[in-house]
C-alpha cells in the first residue's frame, strides 16, 4: 500500500546525457540539491512496488494489469489507502500555429529548432525510435520495448523533424530520451541529477466515471467508493502530487509538464446503469448500481482535475481547439470538450495553461512512416513542452545560459494569450493559451522593454524594484516560485479546502498613490470572473495595471507573510534563510531612444486577392525619440515552390512620432489560387536598439477555382487543410468526435 509521503521510485542508474553538452550539464548540476535528490531517491525506493509485484497482486485481487479500451491505456501503478488499485492511463481522446511556434521556427532572427536541447518524455510504452522523423534523435532511457502508439505521437508532437511537414513537431532538431511509465519518480529524480529541463508526462490516474470493461462488460465503471456521489480525488493534493514538488524543489531547473487529463463531462445521466467495486477478501469485486452520482465536472465542468495533477511547482496543461490563422482575440481559444477544468480543492489555479490538443496529426508506432490524428491533454501537453524547449535554446543563445524552471513557467504564464470569458486567469484555461512568439520577445528586448529577474528573498525581507511605464501597454507583472511542500497532506475527503501553500509570498506594485494587487479566483464559486486583492493560494502571482500612465515610475515589491521554510532531505519542514522566485515584468522602457517596430500586416478575404491584392502594414515608434528616415522593404515568397522569392519592394515611411503608428500599404500579385505565399516585410531604420520586432509575416493562400470552361474542374481530399480552402470545420456537438464540414 502507498502509505508514505515517498512511494515510487528505485535506486539511481546512470543514464546517458547527449545534445546539451557536457559543460552545460554540469553547470545545471552545481546548481541542483544532488545530495536533497539522492535522499529522495532512497526513500522513494522504499514504497517501491515493482512491475512483477504488481502484476502479481493484480492477479491475486482479480483485476487487470494493463488493458486497452477505446483507444487508451491503462497501466496498474499502485493502491490508495483504502487498498483499491490506482491506474494510469493515457489523457487522449495545426498545434504550432495556435501556439505562436511556426513563428520562431521561420523567423530569420531568431531560427529556434530546438538545438542543443534534450527533452524527456515518460508514457505508456516505448517510442518506434525508427520513425523516419526522429534521425537518430530518439532514444529509450529504460529497457522498455513493447512499441506504444500514444508514447510515439507524443514524441513527434515534440520532436519530429517535418518529412511529412504537417507533421513537424514543436522543437524539430531537439533531442528525445523516452521511458515507459513504470519507476517514473525515480527516473525524473535520475534524469533531474543528470541536468533535465523539461519532461512531458501525458497520462495521470484514472478517476470519478470512466468507460470500460474492467468488470467484464462494457459500459460506465465507478471508480470511486460506492458511498461517494462525487468523486473525492478531483481537485485533491495527494502523494504523488508532493513527491513531483519535492522534485522540482532540489532541481530548480527542472520542469515536468503534464496533461490536465479528459474526464470532463463523462459518466451516464442521472440514475443511470454503472458499476461499482468493492473490496472482499482482498479481491476487486464489481456491482451494477443505478445510484445517482455527479458526472465528471458536474453541470458545469469544473473540479475534475485528479490527484497526480494539482502539484504546485510543475506545469499542468489543458486542450484547445487549433486557430486557423493564429490567435487575434480571447473568443478565438476554445476548450476541448473532454479537457479537464480546475479548481483545485485548496482552490489554486490549475490548469496552469492550454496547448493545442484537437486533431494533432503526428508519427504512430506502426510503422516508420506512419502517421495518425490524435486529441486530448495528452497532444496539447507536449505542444507545449516542446515549445518552451524553443524558449530554453533562445536564452541559452542570448545569454550563454539557462532559465530556472520558475522562470520558465513565470515566462510562459505572462506572457499566455488571454482566453476565456473574463479578463485574467480562470479554472478553464489556466492563464492563457501558450504564445511562444511572445515570450521569445520578452527574452530578446530584456533590460529594454522588459524584466526577467531570478531573485532571492531573505526572511523578513522585501524585494523592491522600480520601472517607467511606456504607457503604450499595460503594465504586468508576474512572479512565480518553487513552493516547498506540507509535511501532512490534506486528508482525502471531498472538497478539503486546506492550503497546500507553505511561503507565501505577497506581490504589490504601487505609483505612488495607489496600491495593486494580484488576480485571485473564488474557489466556492469557480465560474466567476477574477477579481484582485491578496492571493493567499498559489505560488504564482500577477499584477496587471491596464492603463498605466506614459512616463510614470512605479515601484514593485515583494515581500511574505510568517517565516519562510524549506524540507530539509528528509521531507521536512524546518526554517529557511530564504525564498528564491522569478519575475516577469512588461509595458516597460528601459531607456531605449530609437524603436520601430512591425506590429502587424493584414491582407483581406481570401475570396478578394487580385493582381493587385493590398497588404496593410502598421509601424509603431517604441522609442523615446522622434522616428525618421526609415523605409519598409518587402517580399513575395512562394513556399510551394522551394520559397522562391516573386516580387520585392521597398517603400519609404514618413515620420513616426513617438508613442505613434503608422499604416502604411502596398500591392502585391495573389491572383493566383491554391498556392501557399508568405508577405514578409521589415522596417529598416538606422540605430534601431531593438531587432526582433523589425519584421513581420503573414501567410496568404487563395481559395478561387476557375471552371469556367468545359472540362475544367477542381479537386481536393478531406486530408487537406479545409479551412485554407474557405470551408468552416465544426464540432457542432461538442464531443470531439463528430465534425461538420461546409
Same mark, same amino acid.
Given at each position: 500500500?502507498?502509505?508514505?509521503?515517498?512511494?515510487?521510485?528505485?535506486?539511481?542508474?546512470?543514464?546517458?546525457?547527449?545534445?546539451?553538452?557536457?559543460?552545460?550539464?554540469?553547470?545545471?548540476?552545481?546548481?541542483?540539491?544532488?545530495?536533497?535528490?539522492?535522499?529522495? @531517491?532512497?526513500?522513494? *525506493?522504499?514504497?517501491?512496488?515493482?512491475?512483477?509485484?504488481?502484476?502479481?497482486?493484480?492477479?491475486?485481487?482479480?483485476?487487470?494489469?494493463?488493458?486497452?479500451?477505446?483507444?487508451?491505456?491503462?497501466?496498474?501503478?499502485?493502491?490508495?489507502?483504502?487498498?483499491?488499485?490506482?491506474?494510469?492511463?493515457?489523457?487522449?481522446?495545426?498545434? /504550432?500555429?495556435?501556439?505562436?511556434?511556426?513563428?520562431?521556427?521561420?523567423?530569420?532572427?531568431?531560427?529556434?529548432?530546438?538545438?542543443?536541447?534534450?527533452?524527456?518524455?515518460?508514457?505508456?510504452?516505448?517510442?518506434?525510435?525508427?520513425?523516419?522523423?526522429?534521425?537518430?534523435?530518439?532514444?529509450?532511457?529504460?529497457?522498455?520495448?513493447?512499441?506504444?502508439?500514444? &508514447?510515439?505521437?507524443?514524441?513527434?508532437?515534440?520532436?519530429?523533424?517535418?518529412?511529412?511537414?504537417?507533421?513537424?513537431?514543436?522543437?524539430?532538431?531537439?533531442?528525445?530520451?523516452?521511458?515507459?511509465?513504470?519507476?517514473?519518480?525515480?527516473?525524473?529524480?535520475?534524469?533531474?541529477?543528470?541536468?533535465?529541463?523539461?519532461?512531458?508526462?501525458?497520462?495521470?490516474?484514472?478517476?470519478?466515471?470512466?468507460?470500460?470493461? !474492467?468488470?467484464?462488460?462494457?459500459?460506465?465503471? !465507478?471508480?470511486?467508493?460506492?458511498?461517494?456521489?462525487?468523486?473525492?480525488?478531483?481537485?485533491?493534493?495527494?502523494?504523488?502530487?508532493?513527491?513531483?514538488?519535492?522534485?522540482?524543489?532540489?532541481?530548480?531547473?527542472?520542469?515536468?509538464?503534464?496533461?490536465?487529463?479528459?474526464?470532463?463531462?463523462?459518466?451516464?445521466?442521472?440514475?443511470?446503469?454503472?458499476?461499482?467495486?468493492?473490496?472482499? #477478501?482482498?479481491?476487486?469485486?464489481?456491482?451494477?448500481?443505478?445510484?445517482?452520482?455527479?458526472?465528471?465536472?458536474?453541470?458545469?465542468?469544473?473540479?475534475?482535475?485528479?490527484?497526480?495533477?494539482?502539484?504546485?511547482? @510543475?506545469?499542468?496543461?489543458?486542450?484547445?481547439?487549433?486557430?486557423?490563422? @493564429?490567435?487575434?482575440?480571447?473568443?478565438?481559444?476554445?476548450?476541448?470538450?473532454?479537457?479537464?477544468?480546475?479548481?483545485?480543492?485548496?482552490?489554486?489555479?490549475?490548469?496552469?495553461?492550454?496547448?493545442?490538443?484537437?486533431?494533432?496529426?503526428?508519427?504512430?508506432?506502426?510503422?516508420?512512416?506512419?502517421?495518425?490524428?490524435?486529441?486530448?491533454?495528452?497532444?496539447?501537453?507536449?505542444?507545449?513542452?516542446? &515549445?518552451?524547449?524553443?524558449?530554453?535554446?533562445?536564452?541559452?543563445?542570448?545569454?550563454?545560459?539557462?532559465?530556472?524552471?520558475?522562470?520558465?513557467?513565470?515566462?510562459?504564464?505572462?506572457?499566455?494569450?488571454?482566453?476565456?470569458?473574463?479578463?485574467?486567469?480562470?479554472?478553464?484555461?489556466?492563464?492563457?493559451?501558450? #504564445?511562444?512568439?511572445?515570450?521569445?520577445?520578452?527574452?530578446?528586448?530584456?533590460?529594454?522593454?522588459?524584466?526577467?529577474?531570478? %531573485?532571492?528573498?531573505?526572511?523578513?525581507?522585501?524585494?523592491?524594484?522600480?520601472?517607467?511605464?511606456?504607457?503604450?501597454?499595460?503594465?504586468?507583472?508576474?512572479?512565480? !516560485?518553487?513552493? /516547498?511542500?506540507?509535511?501532512?497532506?490534506?486528508?482525502?475527503?471531498?472538497?478539503?479546502?486546506?492550503?497546500?501553500?507553505?511561503?507565501?509570498?505577497?506581490?504589490?506594485?504601487?505609483?505612488?498613490?495607489?496600491?495593486?494587487?494580484?488576480?485571485?479566483?473564488?474557489?466556492?464559486?469557480?465560474?466567476?470572473?477574477?477579481?484582485?486583492?491578496?492571493?493567499?493560494?498559489?505560488?504564482?502571482?500577477? %499584477?496587471?495595471?491596464?492603463?498605466?500612465?506614459?512616463?510614470?515610475?512605479?515601484?514593485?515589491?515583494?515581500? *511574505?507573510?510568517?517565516?519562510?521554510?524549506?524540507?530539509?532531505?528528509?521531507?521536512?519542514?524546518?526554517?529557511?534563510?530564504?525564498?528564491?522566485?522569478?519575475?516577469?515584468?512588461?509595458?516597460? #522602457?528601459?531607456?531605449? &531612444?530609437?524603436?520601430?517596430?512591425?506590429?502587424?500586416?493584414?491582407?483581406?478575404?481570401?475570396?478578394?486577392?487580385?493582381?493587385?491584392?493590398?497588404?496593410?502594414?502598421?509601424?509603431?515608434?517604441?522609442?523615446?525619440?522622434?522616428?525618421?528616415?526609415?523605409?519598409?522593404?518587402?517580399?513575395?515568397?512562394?513556399?510551394?515552390?522551394? #520559397?522562391?522569392?516573386?516580387?520585392?519592394?521597398?517603400?519609404?515611411?514618413?515620420?513616426?512620432?513617438? @508613442?505613434?503608428?503608422?499604416?502604411?500599404?502596398?500591392?502585391?500579385?495573389?491572383?493566383?489560387?491554391?498556392?501557399?505565399? &508568405?508577405?514578409?516585410?521589415?522596417?529598416?531604420?538606422?540605430?534601431?536598439?531593438?531587432?526582433?520586432?523589425?519584421?513581420?509575416?503573414?501567410?496568404?493562400?487563395?481559395?478561387? /477555382?476557375?471552371?469556367?470552361?468545359?472540362?475544367?474542374?477542381?479537386?481536393?481530399?478531406?486530408?487537406?487543410?479545409?479551412?485554407?480552402?474557405?470551408?468552416?470545420?465544426?464540432?457542432?456537438?461538442?464531443?470531439?468526435?463528430? !465534425?461538420?464540414?461546409?
Amino acid at each position: 500500500p502507498r502509505s508514505t509521503l515517498f512511494p515510487y521510485t528505485t535506486l539511481f542508474r546512470s543514464t546517458a546525457v547527449f545534445a546539451q553538452n557536457a559543460q552545460e550539464v554540469k553547470v545545471l548540476q552545481q546548481k541542483t540539491n544532488l545530495e536533497g535528490l539522492k535522499s529522495l @531517491g532512497k526513500k522513494f *525506493h522504499k514504497g517501491t512496488l515493482s512491475r512483477a509485484q504488481l502484476e502479481s497482486r493484480a492477479k491475486e485481487m482479480n483485476i487487470p494489469f494493463t488493458t486497452e479500451f477505446g483507444g487508451k491505456f491503462y497501466q496498474l501503478q499502485g493502491f490508495n489507502a483504502k487498498g483499491f488499485p490506482l491506474y494510469y492511463v493515457t489523457s487522449n481522446a495545426g498545434a /504550432a500555429e495556435g501556439t505562436g511556434v511556426s513563428r520562431l521556427q521561420a523567423s530569420p532572427v531568431l531560427d529556434l529548432q530546438g538545438n542543443g536541447i534534450t527533452l524527456r518524455e515518460w508514457d505508456g510504452g516505448a517510442v518506434r525510435l525508427t520513425h523516419q522523423e526522429f534521425g537518430g534523435r530518439a532514444k529509450m532511457g529504460d529497457t522498455s520495448t513493447r512499441l506504444n502508439s500514444h &508514447s510515439t505521437h507524443v514524441a513527434g508532437t515534440m520532436i519530429a523533424s517535418g518529412e511529412d511537414k504537417k507533421a513537424k513537431g514543436m522543437a524539430p532538431k531537439a533531442e528525445l530520451i523516452a521511458y515507459d511509465w513504470n519507476d517514473d519518480e525515480d527516473e525524473m529524480t535520475t534524469a533531474a541529477t543528470n541536468g533535465a529541463l523539461l519532461s512531458n508526462h501525458s497520462y495521470g490516474y484514472l478517476g470519478g466515471f470512466e468507460y470500460g470493461n !474492467w468488470s467484464g462488460a462494457t459500459g460506465w465503471h !465507478w471508480l470511486g467508493t460506492d458511498d461517494d456521489t462525487e468523486y473525492v480525488g478531483y481537485g485533491h493534493y495527494g502523494e504523488t502530487d508532493a513527491q513531483w514538488d519535492l522534485i522540482s524543489k532540489n532541481a530548480p531547473y527542472y520542469l515536468a509538464v503534464k496533461a490536465a487529463g479528459n474526464p470532463r463531462g463523462d459518466g451516464p445521466e442521472p440514475g443511470g446503469a454503472h458499476y461499482v467495486r468493492k473490496l472482499e #477478501n482482498g479481491k476487486v469485486v464489481w456491482a451494477k448500481s443505478t445510484k445517482v452520482r455527479q458526472k465528471n465536472g458536474g453541470a458545469n465542468g469544473f473540479d475534475c482535475i485528479n490527484h497526480g495533477a494539482t502539484g504546485k511547482n @510543475g506545469l499542468i496543461i489543458g486542450a484547445a481547439h487549433k486557430i486557423p490563422g @493564429g490567435y487575434k482575440q480571447p473568443s478565438d481559444v476554445k476548450a476541448a470538450s473532454f479537457s479537464a477544468f480546475g479548481p483545485t480543492d485548496d482552490g489554486r489555479i490549475k490548469p496552469d495553461l492550454a496547448g493545442i490538443g484537437v486533431g494533432v496529426y503526428s508519427t504512430t508506432s506502426t510503422g516508420d512512416s506512419q502517421y495518425t490524428s490524435l486529441s486530448g491533454t495528452s497532444m496539447a501537453s507536449p505542444n507545449v513542452t516542446g &515549445s518552451l524547449a524553443l524558449l530554453q535554446e533562445h536564452h541559452n543563445k542570448l545569454y550563454s545560459s539557462f532559465m530556472k524552471s520558475a522562470t520558465l513557467k513565470a515566462l510562459a504564464i505572462h506572457t499566455a494569450n488571454e482566453a476565456g470569458e473574463h479578463p485574467g486567469p480562470d479554472y478553464q484555461f489556466g492563464w492563457g493559451l501558450l #504564445n511562444t512568439f511572445k515570450a521569445a520577445e520578452v527574452l530578446s528586448t530584456k533590460n529594454k522593454y522588459s524584466k526577467v529577474e531570478e %531573485v532571492t528573498l531573505n526572511n523578513n525581507g522585501t524585494y523592491t524594484l522600480k520601472l517607467t511605464a511606456t504607457g503604450s501597454a499595460p503594465l504586468v507583472v508576474t512572479i512565480v !516560485w518553487d513552493d /516547498a511542500v506540507v509535511e501532512k497532506l490534506p486528508d482525502a475527503t471531498l472538497n478539503n479546502r486546506e492550503s497546500v501553500l507553505v511561503n507565501d509570498l505577497d506581490l504589490r506594485v504601487s505609483d505612488g498613490a495607489t496600491t495593486f494587487f494580484p488576480w485571485k479566483l473564488d474557489v466556492n464559486n469557480p465560474a466567476n470572473a477574477a477579481t484582485k486583492g491578496d492571493n493567499t493560494k498559489d505560488n504564482v502571482e500577477q %499584477v496587471v495595471i491596464e492603463n498605466p500612465v506614459a512616463g510614470k515610475e512605479y515601484t514593485i515589491t515583494v515581500s *511574505h507573510k510568517g517565516d519562510l521554510k524549506k524540507n530539509d532531505d528528509q521531507g521536512k519542514l524546518v526554517p529557511a534563510a530564504s525564498q528564491d522566485f522569478s519575475l516577469i515584468a512588461t509595458g516597460i #522602457n528601459n531607456g531605449v &531612444s530609437k524603436d520601430l517596430a512591425l506590429k502587424s500586416v493584414s491582407l483581406p478575404p481570401a475570396k478578394e486577392y487580385t493582381n493587385q491584392t493590398p497588404v496593410t502594414v502598421e509601424v509603431e515608434n517604441l522609442g523615446s525619440t522622434s522616428a525618421t528616415g526609415a523605409k519598409l522593404k518587402y517580399k513575395l515568397v512562394n513556399v510551394d515552390n522551394g #520559397n522562391a522569392v516573386e516580387h520585392t519592394g521597398e517603400v519609404a515611411l514618413e515620420e513616426v512620432a513617438q @508613442g505613434k503608428t503608422l499604416s502604411k500599404s502596398f500591392n502585391v500579385d495573389l491572383s493566383k489560387s491554391f498556392v501557399n505565399y &508568405s508577405i514578409e516585410a521589415e522596417v529598416e531604420f538606422t540605430g534601431d536598439e531593438v531587432a526582433i520586432n523589425n519584421a513581420v509575416s503573414a501567410k496568404a493562400y487563395g481559395i478561387i /477555382a476557375t471552371v469556367e470552361n468545359v472540362g475544367e474542374s477542381y479537386s481536393y481530399g478531406f486530408e487537406e487543410e479545409l479551412e485554407k480552402s474557405g470551408w468552416t470545420v465544426e464540432d457542432t456537438d461538442g464531443n470531439g468526435r463528430t !465534425w461538420r464540414v461546409y
